[in-house]
């Protein structure tokens, strides 16, 4: 049989093998874990699948009337007819408990709620029986009579809510398990600050929680000091971390080891307390007052005029600083939000602008609205993907911002190339809108 075969003659060259993409879908499968890469591959589809679920009305009643909340929601609308100046008096913050199950909201007028938030879908879909909340079953809701900002629940003690407001020098700590008006623990702030024989009050703006126990907390105020509580030992602080400027610092964040305090504010600035050195070592451990000065500050301004097309492009000055919020799924990167709308990403590693998105100013969409600007923004990461919430300054809806820390993402900055990937009003980024 040999004898018919004809002998194959040598190839010049080798054949090259031929590439196949690998298949990632078993890849995944194979590895039994999901890839970094894969899930930002895959993010766009969750982000697709985001839509309006309704609208949840506070129109509460409290005592058999209907709260304040609700009777200035309507008065705001008697206002719309008359053209009388509108300053609204709607949600001013809320947040989700560490499961997801529980939301905490608050009011400019001064309601403090615990919803449900499967109760709260089913009372937005209309399709579905007994789409009417039950008000019985509310966890709480309260009516404070007084102005409130913020609202956060205590990280390693998911039975307290802590509110406090710029119109007040106190956080006021609830127990969700008490049917009570009455604050279970009140902690307040060394009181005023005298200014040519006069005093100042002051405010807070922000809250953090440790999560090293349930007994340890902060909170920024309106006149550049961050107060840190131990609430075994006494109400008053036991230190605080100063700025040495007055203005108001907007936002506080802890980082994931509780060893590294960052704040930022009105005069666009980033300041970074250290507990771990000097002093500040024993900041939970002392009983006496201490104050402190910030181990380092970043002014935003000259850190974005590093990025040169940036430069060439938009005139750069300081802007407030309304929140700043660190990555759960990458501890490195500070999420910084503008009061002009630019929102980006600080790396706190090389101390370097890694991520920017800069959307249309609002006149360029035809927005004539200045009511939207009144109050501060507060964003928001989701738990993972590197995906940054913000609020639209020009519009009605959120964007979903793709912050994730590679090249791959459409607002990273490359400073080896000197290129930025989002400038002016080009929208490289991915984008939903709800209606608000």
């Given at each position: 049989?040999?004898?018919?075969?004809?002998?194959?003659?040598?190839?010049?060259?080798?054949?090259?093998?031929?590439?196949?993409?690998?298949?990632?879908?078993?890849?995944?499968?194979?590895?039994?874990?999901?890839?970094?890469?894969?899930?930002?591959?895959?993010?766009?589809?969750?982000?697709?699948?985001?839509?309006?679920?309704?609208?949840?009305?506070?129109?509460?009643?409290?005592?058999?009337?209907?709260?304040?909340?609700?009777?200035?929601?309507?008065?705001?609308?008697?206002?719309?007819?008359?053209?009388?100046?509108?300053?609204?008096?709607?949600?001013?913050?809320?947040?989700?408990?560490?499961?997801?199950?529980?939301?905490?909201?608050?009011?400019?007028?001064?309601?403090?709620?615990?919803?449900?938030?499967?109760?709260?879908?089913?009372?937005?879909?209309?399709?579905?029986?007994?789409?009417?909340?039950?008000?019985?079953?509310?966890?709480?809701?309260?009516?404070?009579?007084?102005?409130?900002?913020?609202?956060?629940?205590?990280?390693?003690?998911?039975?307290?809510?802590?509110?406090?407001?710029?119109?007040?020098?106190?956080?006021?700590?609830?127990?969700?398990?008490?049917?009570?008006?009455?604050?279970?623990?009140?902690?307040?702030?060394?009181?005023?600050?005298?200014?040519?024989?006069?005093?100042?009050?002051?405010?807070?703006?922000?809250?953090?929680?440790?999560?090293?126990?349930?007994?340890?907390?902060?909170?920024?105020?309106?006149?550049?000091?961050?107060?840190?509580?131990?609430?075994?030992?006494?109400?008053?602080?036991?230190?605080?971390?100063?700025?040495?400027?007055?203005?108001?610092?907007?936002?506080?964040?802890m980082n994931v080891e509780n060893q590294i305090i960052f704040g930022a504010g009105k005069h666009g600035i980033i300041y970074m307390w250290d507990l771990r050195g000097g002093r500040g070592s024993t900041a939970f451990q002392s009983h006496k007052e201490a104050c402190h000065a910030p181990l380092t500050s970043l002014k935003l301004a000259s850190m974005l005029e590093k990025i040169e097309p940036l430069k060439a492009q938009s005139h750069i000055v300081s802007k407030e600083i309304h929140s700043i919020d660190l990555d759960p799924s990458c501890p490195y990167q500070l999420a910084f939000h503008l009061d002009d709308g630019w929102s980006g990403v600080l790396d706190i590693y090389n101390f370097q602008v890694t991520h920017v998105h800069c959307p249309p100013p609002a006149w360029l969409n035809d927005s004539n609205d200045s009511s939207d600007l009144l109050g501060l923004r507060k964003p928001s990461w989701l738990p993972t993907y590197s995906i940054y919430a913000v609020g639209s300054s020009s519009d009605k809806g959120i964007h979903l911002l793709d912050f994730y820390p590679d090249p791959s993402s459409p607002s990273y900055v490359d400073h080896k190339k000197y290129r930025a990937s989002t400038l002016g009003n080009r929208y490289c980024f991915l984008r939903m809108i709800f209606k608000l």
């Open positions: 049989m040999d004898k018919y075969l004809t002998p194959l003659k040598p190839s010049p060259e080798i054949p090259k093998p031929i590439q196949r993409h690998r298949w990632k879908r078993m890849a995944v499968e194979l590895n039994g874990r999901f890839e970094p890469k894969y899930r930002h591959e895959i993010s766009g589809l969750l982000m697709q699948s985001y839509s309006e679920i309704g609208a949840f009305p506070h129109s509460y009643h409290v005592d058999g009337v209907p709260c304040r909340s609700h009777m200035n929601m309507i008065d705001n609308g008697a206002r719309i007819d008359s053209q009388m100046p509108i300053r609204k008096q709607g949600i001013s913050a809320l947040e989700f408990d560490n499961k997801g199950i529980y939301l905490a909201s608050v009011t400019k007028s001064g309601c403090l709620t615990v919803h449900e938030f499967e109760a709260l879908y089913c009372q937005s879909n209309e399709s579905l029986p007994s789409s009417k909340e039950d008000e019985t079953k509310h966890l709480m809701h309260l009516s404070l009579r007084q102005q409130l900002d913020v609202v956060r629940w205590n990280c390693t003690n998911q039975d307290e809510v802590a509110c406090t407001s710029t119109k007040c020098n106190a956080v006021l700590i609830f127990d969700i398990g008490y049917v009570s008006s009455e604050p279970v623990e009140i902690l307040k702030t060394r009181n005023t600050v005298t200014v040519h024989g006069s005093d100042i009050h002051k405010g807070l703006s922000d809250i953090a929680f440790t999560s090293i126990d349930d007994s340890r907390l902060l909170a920024s105020d309106t006149y550049g000091v961050v107060s840190v509580w131990d609430r075994r030992t006494s109400t008053l602080p036991c230190l605080e971390l100063t700025t040495n400027s007055h203005s108001t610092l907007n936002s506080i964040e």
